[in-house]
Each structure stands twice: as C-alpha cells, then as structure tokens.
C-alpha cells in the first residue's frame, strides 16, 4: 500500500546507490567548481542564431558543447557519420522500437580524440546536443582532453581517468553529461515517442533510463544547494516529475 504523501525514491536501491556512489566520485575528481558550474538549457543564450541542420550547423554546435564542458576543441576531431540505418519493417507495420541507438562514437586515433555523429542526429537539436556532450565525456574520462582553459576540473595531466573496459563505462559517461550542467539534453532525448506517416515510432538514445536522468538531476541539484532548481521547467514532463520525486525523496531522506 502506498501512504498518501510517502516519499519514495524513483529509482531502485541499487541504481541509487550507483548514481549518489558516482556523483561524489565526480566532486572528488572535477571539484565543486564544476558541480556549481552553469546548467546548460535549450535556449538562445546557450544556443543561439538559427539552426538548419547543415553541418556547418553540427561543428557550430559541436564548439559551443565543448565551451561549455571546458574542453577544447582544437584537440578533438569530429566526423560525420552517414546515416546507414535500416529500419526494415518500418514502413509495413505501425509501430517501430529502436533501442540504444548510437548515434555517435569515440576513439582515440594517434593520441587525439576522434568524435564521430550520425548525419540524421542533426535534425534533432536535443539528441545532437546529447550526443556531442555524451562523446565528449568519453574524451573526459578517457582522453583527458579539457582544455587548458576548461573551468571546474580537478585530476590528472593526461591518460585516462578510468578503466576502458570498466562495466559501468557507458553509463557513467551518460551520468557525467549530467555533472557537467548538460543533463537537460541528456534526459530529454532518453526516450522519443514520435508519430510519423506509417504509425509511432520510439526511440532511446543513451544508457540511463528516465527515472535514472531524474534522479541523478536531483541528485545533482540536491548537492548543488538547489531544493527547487530553475532549470527544472526545461525538462520533458517524465524526467521532471522523477526530479521532483527524487528531490521530495532526498527531502525525507537527506545523505
């Protein structure tokens, strides 16, 4: 039974554990500079003058991703991914699931970070912005590519700051968008409900569900001092109602 008012925590025990476990293993390694840092929204001040899509469009996005998570992008190479999804039965039945879809890709090629997007992100202004910081936080934790001139980072002078091969890597990239002020984008391009000429269409870009992005952004404003953030009224309507649960949940349960 569920008592009227109960606070209860919108994600599981152990994927809590994970994300609070993370997060101050993030203020350790970036300092509380970076956890007080700026929260990126999808706005003119952040993003501003039209957007086409062109590619141009994507590297003026790209630059604008990097100023605002501290790396430089001089030292990172970006490439253009064509589309080569197939979506097979697509046309011939309503409804089309597609997971996990990679919409970009890192490497390191002779010691740069090579940062690869899908041309058809594109056309989505938040899954881009989502991709670009998500690639980016692999160059972070596994290139140290912020720049000289990146604001908030405590660490290393170079190499990697944790295990390629380490079991949580995908997610823990997702999570650090999140660190890094890029959350917004991050949960809002988690999962796509579409209607398009054939029927609906559902798509989840990412490794975090929506209760995970939810409870990490309240996580994130909970150890930023922020009981009712601002930035808050930016978020799709579930990421924001697993935010207001995970702060009404740290409210009754403060660590």
Do not use: Q
């Amino acid at each position: 039974m569920r008592w009227w008012g109960r606070a209860e925590c919108p994600v599981r025990e152990v994927e809590r554990d994970w994300i609070e476990t993370s997060l101050d293993w993030m203020i350790g390694e970036f300092g509380r500079e970076r956890l007080l840092g700026t929260v990126v929204l999808p706005t003119d001040e952040f993003f501003p003058g039209v957007y086409r899509g062109s590619r141009d469009d994507v590297r003026s996005v790209f630059r604008r991703v990097c100023r605002h998570m501290g790396v430089d992008p001089a030292r990172i190479d970006l490439e253009h991914d064509a589309d080569d999804e197939d979506d097979g039965l697509a046309s011939y039945v309503p409804l089309t699931r597609r997971w996990n879809v990679a919409a970009g890709h890192h490497r390191v090629r002779n010691g740069r970070s090579v940062i690869g997007i899908r041309d058809d992100k594109a056309a989505e202004p938040m899954a881009l912005v989502a991709t670009i910081a998500h690639e980016l936080g692999h160059a972070i934790l596994l290139n140290d590519e912020r720049g000289a001139g990146g604001n908030g980072g405590a660490g290393g002078s170079g190499g990697l700051r944790i295990d390629p091969e380490r079991e949580d890597h995908e997610p823990l990239t997702d999570l650090l968008t999140v660190f890094f002020g890029m959350g917004i984008f991050a949960a809002n391009a988690a999962f796509e409900f579409n209607r398009h000429e054939a029927g609906y269409r559902t798509s989840r870009l990412g490794y975090l569900t929506e209760p995970m992005y939810g409870y990490a952004l309240a996580r994130y404003a909970w150890l930023r001092g922020e009981p009712d953030p601002m930035w808050a009224r930016c978020l799709d309507t579930n990421p924001r109602v697993y935010l207001k649960r995970g702060l009404r949940y740290l409210g009754r349960n403060p660590v």
